[in-house]
Each structure stands twice: as structure tokens, then as C-alpha cells.
């Protein structure tokens, strides 16, 4: 059975005045159940489904309101998920790396279905903190991605780990685009 959860999701808008902010009031569909929450993410509504109903959630969403430069944060399995639609001076700057300078070589190609769309999971692959960068104001490392600043690990717009103790790139959760605007994670 299907349910409907809102979500108030945090969003960035990047361009010329930095520090502006949007909320959005996101509203996703949780087929299965809906996601649970932690002290971490005093923002997510709380059902604690069971495991078994855990294990086949999957989270839809509607991305058609996040405006290029802005990132929003889903849950899907108890996990952040980050969602950005990332401009095209940043989809350049990914496609010029190197795989020969990344620790967890992956071409940007193969983490993303369209390249103005990237979906990670939200949780640093050392130690399980979630980074920062989501907001305006965020530090977001050396390579204007995410920054996790439990023990300084800085990913690239493409989630990819560029320095620090992480060693891996975030990870991209199973997904689907079921329309040209909406995509079902899970
Ligand atoms: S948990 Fe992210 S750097 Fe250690």
C-alpha cells in the first residue's frame, strides 16, 4: 500500500547571492512504508516500519521544482539521500577530472542516468557521518562538493572522494526516472 509523507526538505540555490536559501516542502511517496529517523535528522518524520517492510521501500519523488544549483534532501531507508541538480559549469568540472586522480576511480557517466540529475546516498563512506554541503552556507571541501567534517573527507559535485580518510566515492542508490521529472529510488 502506498503512503504519502511530507517532508520538509532544505535547499540550495547557488548563483550570485550564495547566502539565499529556499525551503521547499517536499512531498514524496513512500511505496511500502516510509522512512525512519535518527537524532541525526531531527527533520524526518518517523514511522519505524518493521524490517521486512523496510527492506522494500522504495521513495518517489517529484523533482520538477528544484531549480538548477539547488540540492534537496530525501530519505529513503532511513538513509539521506541527496538530490542535485547540478549546473553546467559543474557537470564540466566533473567530466575534466581525471580518473587517475581519484583514489575510487569512476567517470562521472557512470554515476549519473542524466547528468544534470545526481543522486547519492548522504553518508560518508568512512566512519558514517553525513556531510555537509546541502545548504547555501555549507562548507563544501576543496572540490565544491560535500564535506564531512568528522575527519575532513572532501567529495566532488559528482560525490566522488577527492582527499581525506574515505575511501570510497558516496554511493549512488538504485533508482529509476519515471517520468522527465519524476524518479523512484529503491
Ligand atoms: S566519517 Fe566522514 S571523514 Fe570520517
Request: glycine fraction near 10%; charged fraction near 25%; include cysteine.
Amino acid at each position: 500500500m502506498a503512503e504519502t509523507d511530507s517532508i520538509q526538505e532544505e535547499t540550495e540555490h547557488e548563483g550570485t547571492d550564495d547566502s539565499k536559501r529556499d525551503f521547499l516542502l517536499y512531498s514524496t511517496v513512500a511505496v511500502g512504508a516510509v522512512g525512519t529517523t535518527s537524532a541525526a535528522w531531527p527533520f524526518i518524520y518517523s514511522m519505524n516500519p518493521s524490517k521486512d517492510v523496510l527492506a522494500l521501500a522504495s521513495t518517489e519523488l517529484d523533482l520538477s521544482s528544484i531549480e538548477e544549483g539547488q540540492s534537496i534532501t530525501a530519505i529513503w531507508r532511513g538513509k539521506p539521500v541527496f538530490v542535485r541538480k547540478r549546473t553546467a559549469k559543474e557537470i564540466e568540472s566533473v567530466k575534466m577530472t581525471k580518473l587517475g586522480d581519484l583514489k575510487d576511480p569512476q567517470s562521472d557517466t557512470d554515476r549519473v542516468q542524466k547528468a544534470e540529475w545526481l543522486v547519492l546516498i548522504g553518508i560518508c563512506t568512512h566512519l558514517g557521518c553525513i556531510p555537509s554541503g546541502q545548504k547555501g552556507g555549507d562548507v563544501k571541501g576543496d572540490f565544491n562538493g560535500w564535506f564531512c567534517p568528522c575527519h575532513g573527507s572532501h567529495y566532488d559535485i559528482s560525490g566522488r572522494i577527492r582527499k581525506g580518510p574515505a575511501p570510497k566515492n558516496l554511493e549512488v542508490p538504485p533508482y529509476k526516472f519515471t517520468s522527465a521529472t519524476n524518479i523512484v529510488i529503491g
